[in-house]
C-alpha cells in the first residue's frame, strides 16, 4: 500500500490524477487531497504520505514552502513537483529539495505513471532496507548480551589470547583501553555487609535479568556479564587512567540512584561495589576490589578508592611494569620478562640507587615470585631447601650490575622451567599412550581407554595427541596395526582370519576393506607379492 498525497488548488487536476492513479493501481494506493499550503502542510503531519505531488502555485503557502516544511517531519516522503510554470528559479530549488521529477502541466498519463512507478520502486528499496536494518539490530540485540558476556568472562578468568580482548572491543564498539568493574549483588534483605537469601534472589534477579541489565545500560554506559550466583558483574569502559574525585563522587551518586532504581524496578534488595580503574586486562583486579569494597562496609553503594582496602604505592612506582614481569613469566616468554626487568632495574637505579639493600630485598621478591609461577606453571616439584643460598648470595653483591645478573639468570631459569616442564610433560604423556598402544593394538582400545591410562580428559588427549604426532589417535592406530598386518603376511603363514585377530580386527571384511585403504591392495595380493 502507497500513501499518496495531492496537493493543487484546481479540482479537475485533482480529479484527474486521482482517476490516473485509481485506474493503473487500483486498490495499491490511497489518496487524498489538499487545496492550499496550509492544508497541504495539515494533511501531511496527519497522513505521513509515501509520495506527494505538489503544485507550486497554490494560495498561501506555495509548494516549495510546504515541501520544506513537510521534509523536517517527514524525511522518507518522496516529492513529485507539478507546475502550469515553467521556471528555472523554482526547478533549482525543487532540485535542492530533493525532488524526484519536476514535470508541467498538463501532464500525459504515461507520464505520470512512469513517474509514480519509479517513485514506488524508490519507496520499496527504502522498505526493505529500513526492514532489514530492523532485522539486523533485533539480531545484534539478542546476540549482545552473549558477547559481552564473553568478554566479562574471559577478563574474570583470564581465558583469553591477547587478540581475544581486541576482537571484543571492536565487535562491542569499545573503543577506550581503560576501565572499572561493578559488582551488583541482590538479596532479599541487607543484614551488616552482606545479602540474605542469596540462593533465592539469584533465581529472582534471572527471572529480571532483562530489566536489571536495561536499567544498568539506561545508567552507566556498560557491558552487562550474566548471572552469577546473586552478582551480576559490569563493565564500564573509561577513556583515562585515574578517575578524580569530583567523577568520583558523581559516580557514586548515580551507583545510589540506580540501587533504588533497581529495587523498585523489581522489587529486589540490591548494593553496589566499584573497583578502580584499570587497562581491560587487567579488569579482573577491579572486579575483586569492587567485591572487597562491599565487604568492608555496609553501605548500599562502595567504591575501593573510599576505602582501606588495596596497596597503595609510592607516587612513580612502575605497576604496570611489575605486573608485566610477572605475565612474560607466566607464559615462559623470557625474551619479554628479560625486557621488562630490565626497565624495572633501571628504574630502580635511578630512583635511589643508593639504596642497594632495598634494591637487593625487591630483586629477591621478584625472583621469589617468579619461581613460585613456575612452580605452579611449570609442573616443578618444590623442594623445601633449593633456595637457602638465596639470601647469601644476594647480600655479597655490591653492585646493580652483579644484582641484575643474578636476577635475569633467575627470572630466565623460571620461564624455561614453565616452557621445559610443560613440554616435558606432554612428552612424556605421548610415550606413555605410545606404548599402550603399542602393547595393546591387538585389541579393542579406544581413545577413551587411553585417555584414562595416561590420566587426561579425552578431548584435551585428542588435541594433544594430535600436535605431537601429526595424526589423530584412529589413524594412529590404524597404522600401527597395517604395519603388523604386512609383517605377518609377509612373513608368517598364519591363516587371514588369524592376522586378522592379531592386528585388532574382529571382521575380516572389515580388516580386507581398511587395509586396501591404507596399502592400495588386499591383504591376500600382498601376500601374493611378498611370498
Not at 440 to 455: A, G, Q
Request: hydrophobic letters at 35%.
Amino acid at each position: 500500500m502507497y500513501r499518496i498525497m495531492l496537493a493543487d488548488d484546481e479540482g479537475i487536476v485533482i480529479d484527474s490524477m486521482k482517476f490516473i492513479i485509481e485506474k493503473e493501481f487500483g486498490d495499491e494506493c490511497e489518496v487524498e487531497f489538499a487545496k492550499t499550503g496550509r492544508s497541504v502542510i495539515e494533511l501531511a503531519e496527519r497522513f505521513r504520505p509515501d509520495i506527494a505531488i505538489m503544485d507550486i502555485q497554490m494560495p498561501g503557502i506555495n509548494g516549495i514552502e510546504a515541501m520544506k516544511e513537510i521534509k523536517s517531519f517527514s524525511a522518507n516522503t518522496v516529492f513529485i513537483v507539478m507546475s502550469a510554470y515553467d521556471k528555472f528559479d523554482y526547478a533549482k530549488e525543487a532540485i535542492k529539495l530533493g525532488v524526484l521529477e519536476y514535470i508541467n502541466k498538463p501532464m500525459e498519463k504515461t507520464k505520470v505513471v512512469m513517474v509514480l512507478k519509479k517513485a514506488m520502486e524508490i519507496i520499496d528499496r527504502d522498505r526493505k532496507k529500513r526492514s532489514d536494518d530492523l532485522l539486523i539490530k533485533e539480531k545484534l540485540e539478542s546476540v549482545e548480551p552473549i558477547i559481552e558476556n564473553g568478554l566479562i568472562y574471559n577478563i574474570l578468568f583470564q581465558e583469553h589470547f591477547e587478540e581475544d580482548i581486541d576482537n571484543y572491543k571492536t565487535i562491542l564498539g569499545v573503543e577506550d583501553d581503560y576501565g572499572y568493574m561493578m559488582s551488583v549483588v541482590c538479596g532479599d534483605t541487607q543484614e551488616g555487609n552482606h545479602m540474605t537469601n542469596a540462593v533465592g534472589s539469584s533465581v529472582k534477579m534471572s527471572n529480571h535479568y532483562t530489566e536489571v541489565r536495561e536499567g544498568l545500560k539506561e545508567f552507566f554506559p556498560c557491558k552487562v556479564g550474566s548471572v552469577m550466583a546473586n552478582k551480576i558483574a559490569v563493565l564500564v569502559p573509561y577513556n583515562k587512567q585515574e578517575m578524580d574525585y569530583n567523577s568520583r563522587i558523581e559516580l557514586i551518586d548515580r551507583g545510589r540512584e540506580l540501587v533504588r532504581y533497581l529495587r523498585k524496578k523489581v522489587d529486589i534488595s540490591f548494593r553496589l561495589g566499584i573497583g578502580g580503574v584499570k587497562p581491560l586486562r587487567q579488569l579482573g583486579n577491579s572486579y575483586q576490589e569492587s567485591l572487597s569494597a562491599l565487604i568492608a562496609t555496609t553501605g548500599q553503594v562502595a567504591h575501593v578508592d573510599d576505602l582501606p582496602i588495596g596497596c597503595d604505592y609510592e607516587k612513580d612506582y612502575p605497576v604496570d611494569l611489575e605486573k608485566s614481569i610477572f605475565e612474560s613469566v607466566q607464559r615462559g616468554d623470557y625474551n619479554e620478562a628479560a625486557l621488562h626487568a630490565e626497565s624495572f632495574i633501571e628504574w630502580m637505579n635511578g630512583f635511589d640507587g643508593n639504596n642497594i639493600m632495598a634494591i637487593r630485598l625487591k630483586i629477591l621478591e621478584f625472583v621469589l615470585r617468579a619461581e613460585k609461577l613456575a612452580y605452579e606453571n611449570g609442573g616443578m616439584t618444590y623442594r623445601f631447601g633449593s633456595r637457602d643460598t638465596y639470601l647469601p648470595d644476594i647480600m655479597s653483591m655490591n653492585s646493580i650490575e652483579e644484582l641484575r645478573e643474578w636476577f635475569l639468570n633467575k627470572v630466565k631459569i623460571s620461564c624455561q622451567n614453565i616452557g621445559s616442564k610443560r613440554e616435558e610433560r606432554s612428552t612424556d604423556t605421548i610415550k606413555i599412550a605410545k606404548d599402550y598402544i603399542g602393547d595393546n593394538f591387538s585389541k579393542d582400545i579406544s581413545l577413551d581407554d587411553v585417555s584414562r591410562i595416561v590420566n587426561i580428559s579425552p578431548y584435551y588427549f585428542s588435541k594433544l595427541f594430535k600436535e605431537s604426532t601429526g595424526e589423530n589417535f584412529i589413524e594412529y592406530l590404524t597404522n600401527i596395526r597395517i604395519e603388523k598386518a604386512k609383517e605377518l603376511l609377509a612373513g608368517s603363514d598364519m591363516s587371514m582370519k588369524e592376522i586378522c585377530m592379531m592386528c585388532g580386527y574382529q571382521d575380516p571384511n572389515y580388516f580386507s576393506r581398511t587395509f586396501k585403504k591404507n596399502v592400495g591392495i588386499t591383504p591376500t595380493e600382498y601376500k601374493e607379492q611378498n611370498v
